[in-house]
């Protein structure tokens, strides 16, 4: 079975200031990774995956993730954080081994920037 | 935009109601998906059709039903809810099954049941 945990219910970061969401998961074979972001009263949007290759990966809005399988997880990170980007971040995991293509996403995230 | 289309945005219902949520993509996509997104809850993946044919469905209430009459279009069809019921629905779509691709949500309906 496959599963993803965001153990962090809110992350209260400053305006310039670095940030990161973190992320750990579990899968039998081998990860597929996403993150997706939610703005309120909207659905969600993608935001970067790791399917293979390069550890980091960079996505939209400046956001980046980096793959550390020893440590199983799939961190969110920006240099530095803007009050825009304050909004609910979900990782989501496919377990390769998974014939279909079914996501499995953590409890979400809730990101706060303030000035 | 997502391209992923959902009507209506909101939707109060009583438990005797029948009503039906509609999406709708022009992606050419071949894979749908319904998911329930409840306050302190994960998102819960009600239903998944690849090629206009149900390939999951995760224990979900019959009170629910879903149905999908082209590769375009995905209904999920209500009746006699319960308060519990509500949340907001999310339709979701990708090129198919079979590749790693991301998936694009629509904006969900707020459906309240009261």
């Known amino acids: 079975a496959q599963s993803v945990a965001q153990p962090e219910d809110q992350v209260n970061v400053a305006e310039g200031n670095p940030l990161t969401v973190k992320c750990t998961y579990s899968?039998?074979?081998?990860?597929?990774l996403f993150w997706y972001v939610q703005y309120p009263n909207r659905g969600l949007q993608f935001l970067l995956k790791y399917i293979t290759g390069d550890n980091l990966v960079k996505g939209s809005y400046g956001f980046e993730a980096e793959f550390n399988k020893s440590q199983t997880s799939f961190h969110l990170k920006k240099p530095s954080a803007l009050v825009s980007d304050s909004a609910l971040y979900f990782c989501?995991?496919?377990?390769?081994?998974?014939?279909?293509?079914?996501?499995?996403f953590g409890g979400g995230t809730r990101l706060m920037v303030k000035p | 935009e997502t391209g992923v289309t959902q009507t209506p945005r909101h939707l109060v219902m009583g438990m005797t109601n029948k009503k039906s949520l509609k999406c709708e993509q022009h992606l050419g996509h071949n894979a749908m998906y319904w998911y329930k997104q409840s306050a302190k809850k994960p998102l819960e993946l009600m239903f998944v059709y690849s090629l206009e044919e149900r390939v999951e469905n995760n224990s979900v209430p019959s009170r629910f039903s879903p149905e999908c009459p082209n590769s375009s279009h995905l209904f999920l069809h209500l009746h006699t809810l319960q308060p519990e019921d509500s949340a907001l629905y999310l339709c979701?779509?990708?090129?198919?099954?079979?590749?790693?691709?991301?998936?694009?949500f629509g904006q969900g309906t707020r459906l309240t049941v009261v």
């Open positions: 989501a995991v496919r377990d390769t081994g998974n014939a279909g293509n079914m996501l499995t």
């Open positions: 979701a779509s990708s090129q198919d099954l079979s590749r790693v691709t991301e998936a694009f």
């Open positions: 899968v039998s074979g081998n990860p597929y």
